[in-house]
């Protein structure tokens, strides 16, 4: 008799439904957020199973791994899907969604998601922690801006190197923030350090992968850039066309179709925001700061002309993204012109 069972995880527990094949439940119940334990209940109460199912988050990564290590089969699901099925029920509760999730896993109603490999979660994790840091560190300048702004004073544009010296010579017109200041450049002094540090990792991790030396041929991706693309990709063979890796990462626009309507938005914004901003900055650097002119700069500024740098930025964005894959996938570095080969 074939069994399916759905898992609702949350930090510390886990809902388990198992269902059979004609859809009725046979047993139900929560254990411990713990891989041992749920693989001991599934071949307790599943020993026919089939197919077990959860959702993406982070609490479930872990399990997924190690139910996948003791071979049981299991499978990862897009949440952002499953919500649609699971809000069918009038209360929600876990219960419930593990319910729901075995019926999914029953019935086939599913998109399964790739779950990233250890070495491409410890890449993100440091340009994880990189980004977190550079947001805090720029809250912290703009308070102080502020703070300056209310007495009359403006600080205007000025190097990161030379921020903190520049709010020590206006300060001294109003000696009153003398001291608020100074616990907030203490503060930004701290995270300027600790940015530098996630820099010099970076380019390290970077230097000894073969893949982002190979990526940072290309012109206008740096060793940041190259590393987010690595981590997002988790291997060039999980895409069968490179021109799905735009949409992938959300650079293309999203459309909606309904009888005589039809129009095209802006882009989706889905997948790896971290990869997507990079691959932005890679596209201006490309069109701004390269004094070169490859044929991809030359084909960006006459989009540029048309409609506009945002959008032209955006377009190059993919463009990169799609080149990049492809040259994951051959193991061939960046050419400029075709009868380079």
């Not at 919500?83 to 109603?109: H, I, P």
């Not at 179709?257 to 691959?279: F, M, N, P, Y």
Request: positive net charge; contains cysteine; glycine residues 8%.
């Amino acid at each position: 008799m074939e069994q399916y069972a759905g898992l609702d995880v949350s930090l510390k527990a886990v809902s388990i439904c198992v269902c059979d094949g004609a859809g009725a439940v046979s047993w139900r119940g929560e254990v411990a957020n713990e891989a041992d334990v749920v693989g001991a209940v599934l071949s307790r109460h599943a020993p026919h199973l089939v197919q077990a199912v959860l959702e993406t988050g982070s609490c479930g990564i872990h399990l997924y791994r190690r139910l996948g290590a003791a071979r049981v089969p299991v499978i990862c699901v897009c949440a952002r899907h499953a919500k649609g099925v699971l809000k069918c029920k009038v209360n929600k509760s876990d219960a419930n969604d593990a319910e729901g999730l075995a019926q999914l896993a029953r019935t086939g109603w599913y998109r399964e998601v790739h779950v990233k490999s250890a070495e491409a979660q410890v890449i993100r994790a440091h340009l994880l922690a990189r980004r977190q840091i550079a947001k805090a560190r720029r809250d912290f300048e703009n308070q102080m801006r502020a703070l300056l702004r209310g007495f009359g004073i403006k600080v205007g544009a000025v190097a990161r190197g030379r921020f903190e010296g520049r709010v020590r010579r206006l300060v001294e017109a109003v000696p009153a923030l003398k001291l608020p200041l100074d616990q907030l450049l203490m503060a930004r002094r701290s995270l300027l350090a600790s940015q530098d540090a996630l820099d010099v990792e970076a380019r390290r991790l970077a230097k000894a992968d073969r893949r982002c030396q190979l990526l940072q041929t290309m012109p206008g991706v740096g060793p940041l850039t190259a590393l987010a693309f690595v981590s997002a990709m988790d291997g060039a063979a999980r895409f069968a066309k490179s021109s799905s890796v735009g949409a992938y990462l959300g650079l293309t626009p999203r459309g909606h179709q309904s009888g005589e309507v039809a129009w095209s938005g802006h882009i989706s914004k889905t997948g790896d925001s971290l990869a997507r901003a990079l691959l932005y900055e890679a596209a201006n650097s490309l069109m701004v700061r390269v004094k070169a002119w490859p044929p991809l700069k030359l084909w960006a500024r006459r989009l540029e002309a048309r409609v506009g740098g945002k959008k032209a930025r955006v377009a190059l964005a993919r463009k990169i993204a799609v080149i990049l894959h492809r040259m994951l996938a051959d193991g061939t570095a960046y050419r400029d012109a075709p009868q380079a080969a």
